[in-house]
């Protein structure tokens, strides 16, 4: 978001470095998920937090910092915390400072999503796209889904070498969900451009972060645009066309909405699920006897996918803005607060899941906060488990050995966003 662009600017300011100090003497804890060591592993510190400070006060989250299970779930599910981040106490304030950066007000811009959004906005929104996402409606996507893998992994020798994430795991869901929508996939070079653009604006980013995502987000919106128009003369069997007919009946979806929908649509669930599909390969790797036992009983891959997504989060955190005062393990929560709500941390929580830390995909992990919780809980959850059981199942039926082509040092590259966590580069032989 770019307001937590403008936040994290006054980071390098001598007042920001005093509150970090205070945040440090006052907790002994310093959350900072821009660090290195929080992007190889934020692992040991969320357990740090959750066993001494679960209600951690702090200056880079810009509010309180939630760790354990019981609470994240208990914010996600209550509704008097807004997704709206116009909400926060801080917001005007960081406008300014993003207005003197040139950065457009994502807002004002047209960029109100769904996810942003709280009822009743977010209910006519929500329910009008639904009707894309019901289970049968993913699951005839299956046959398409794995020819589409087939096309992707097709002219691979038995041997020989993968970049996973440019090879497979980023075109494969961009493919997907451009036909699902119905725009060209020839352009599907162009949707990871702006896809990867996009999601520069969220997390931690710099100005020029924000700037550029929110440019290449304008140009898809347009891009959109101009199929709408296709549509609304020829309508067709897609879900562009079908929420050109919920525009077309007026006060339903404004044009607005269904940009900012479709940019949605097409950003949230790319960089996610190529995530899910790096950090699911990376983690069996390093669990050689769990990938053993997938490739001995394959039918178990569609419910080790939930197991996957606990273990290594590709989105670690969102954030609710309090309308309410509250009070939280004997803290006071005042309205305007921010609360960062840590999903990767709260999945590895021992009062949620027994041995936490271990990978084990026989487990029932189903209750897993990765795909968030309440009115917000990912549209595209069916979907993106779709995908990743079919992309695992392909890479472990086709590869026996499959493994990392060189030291982790050199083979894995991380993303650099403090939202969402993933390999962004992961050499890979077999
Ligand atoms: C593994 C892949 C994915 C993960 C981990 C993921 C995660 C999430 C999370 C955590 C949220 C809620 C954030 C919050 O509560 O503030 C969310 C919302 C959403 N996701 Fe996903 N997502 C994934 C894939 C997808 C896919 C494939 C699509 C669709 C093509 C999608 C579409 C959406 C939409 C539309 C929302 C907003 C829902 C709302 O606000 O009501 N996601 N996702």
């Known amino acids: 978001m770019s307001l937590r662009t403008a936040w994290h600017d006054t980071l390098f300011t001598t007042r920001a470095l005093a509150a ?84 457009p007000d994502f807002y004002e811009g047209g960029f109100i999503t769904m996810l942003r959004s709280d009822p009743p906005d977010h209910t006519r929104v929500r329910r009008l796209v639904s009707k894309a996402f019901t289970p049968r409606a993913i699951e005839s996507l299956r046959g398409r889904a ?56 969220l997390g931690d980013g710099t100005f020029e972060d924000a700037r550029e995502g929110l440019a290449a987000m304008i140009e ?85 996918v939930d197991e996957l997504l606990r273990y290594d989060s590709p989105v670690q955190l969102t954030s609710r803005i309090a309308t309410q005062d ?18 990767g941390s709260a999945n590895r929580d021992p009062a949620a899941f027994d041995r936490p830390d271990e990978l084990d995909v026989t487990r029932d992990a189903g209750q897993h906060l990765s795909f968030s919780f309440g009115l917000h809980r990912c549209l595209g959850a069916q979907l993106a488990k779709l995908e990743g059981e079919l992309a695992l199942d392909a890479l472990l039926s086709r590869y026996p050995d499959l493994r990392l082509a060189d030291s982790p040092e050199r083979a894995i590259e991380w993303g650099t966003n403090t939202i969402l966590r993933g390999p962004k580069r992961l050499e890979l032989a077999h």
């Open 220 to 304: 898809l919106g347009d891009y959109i645009e101009a199929i709408a128009e296709q549509r609304r003369a020829e309508p067709r069997d897609d879900l562009l066309s079908g929420l050109v007919a919920a525009e077309e009946a007026g006060d339903r979806l404004t044009m607005t909405e269904l940009r900012a929908t479709c940019v949605l649509l097409l950003v949230a669930g790319n960089e996610t699920t190529t995530s899910l599909i790096g950090n699911a390969v990376l983690a069996l790797l390093r669990h050689p006897e769990q990938a053993a036992l997938l490739r001995e009983e394959p039918k178990r891959i569609a419910g080790a």
């Open 326 to 343: 509250a009070e939280l393990h004997g803290s006071r929560v005042r309205a305007g607060q921010q609360m960062v709500l840590l999903l």
């Open 20 to 103: 970090v100090s205070i945040e440090k003497l006052a907790t002994g804890l310093v959350f900072n998920p821009s660090s290195a060591e929080m992007r190889a592993d934020p692992y040991p510190f969320y357990r740090r937090l959750r066993e001494t400070d679960p209600m951690h006060r702090s200056w880079a989250g810009g509010g309180w910092v939630l760790s354990r299970y019981d609470d994240v779930k208990a914010v996600l599910a209550d509704k008097s915390y807004s997704a709206d981040e116009r909400n926060w106490s801080l917001a005007k304030r960081f406008r300014k400072r993003a207005d003197a950066h040139g950065i």
């Open 146 to 201: 794995e020819q589409i893998l087939d096309e992707l992994l097709a002219g691979r020798g038995r041997h020989g070498r993968l970049e996973l994430v440019s090879d497979l795991a980023a075109p494969f869901p961009i493919v997907l969900i451009a036909e699902m929508l119905g725009v060209p996939t020839e352009d599907r070079e162009r949707f990871r451009h702006w896809s990867d653009q996009a999601v520069r604006t």
